[in-house]
């Protein structure tokens, strides 16, 4: 829910974070495009991380990297695809990025499901309380700023 919510603010802050960044006039609207498809794939990006640091701390630290290396390469092919033959400029390249991210996800599922039985969920699983929901969010609500300053922090440096 929290990733849904940060890609919505997101999308809808893209425009006043270039202008921010003193991005120029003329490629500002192809920024702006690039950032809100990218932003619009967040979910897979959390979805991917989520996964990779669930596989890390079961003793599996060199999967996340292999399915990290294959989104790398399906990238680049539908960085071609995208750009080169179906003509879809910056927009096609955000896109290739985004499918990319929901690519390793899948991976990293598929694996999980494979190799690790005890992840399976049951109905009882999935039943949700609020003290615990918001025991979790009190720890991963503050690593999640600590990357975002990191990362704002990185973009400003670099403008």
Not at 6 to 28: D, G, H, T, W
Request: net charge positive; proline share 4%; aromatic share 10%.
């Amino acid at each position: 829910m929290f990733s849904l919510a940060f890609s919505l603010l997101c999308i809808l802050l893209a425009n006043p974070l270039l202008r921010l960044l003193q991005v120029p006039a003329e490629i500002l609207p192809i920024a702006v495009n690039y950032l809100r498809i990218v932003f619009a794939g967040l979910i897979f990006t959390f979805f991917y991380n989520f996964l990779a640091a669930t596989m890390r701390a079961l003793g599996d630290s060199k999967s996340p990297v292999w399915f990290l290396a294959a989104a790398s390469a399906i990238n680049i092919v539908l960085d071609l695809l995208t750009v080169c033959v179906l003509d879809l400029g910056v927009a096609g390249a955000a896109l290739a990025t985004v499918v990319s991210q929901l690519g390793s996800g899948l991976l990293c599922v598929g694996y999980l499901k494979k190799h690790f039985p005890i992840l399976r969920m049951e109905k009882d699983d999935w039943k949700t309380s609020r003290p615990e929901a918001m025991r979790l969010l009190g720890m991963g609500v503050p690593v999640g700023l600590q990357f975002s300053i990191t990362a704002i922090g990185s973009v400003v440096l670099q403008s």
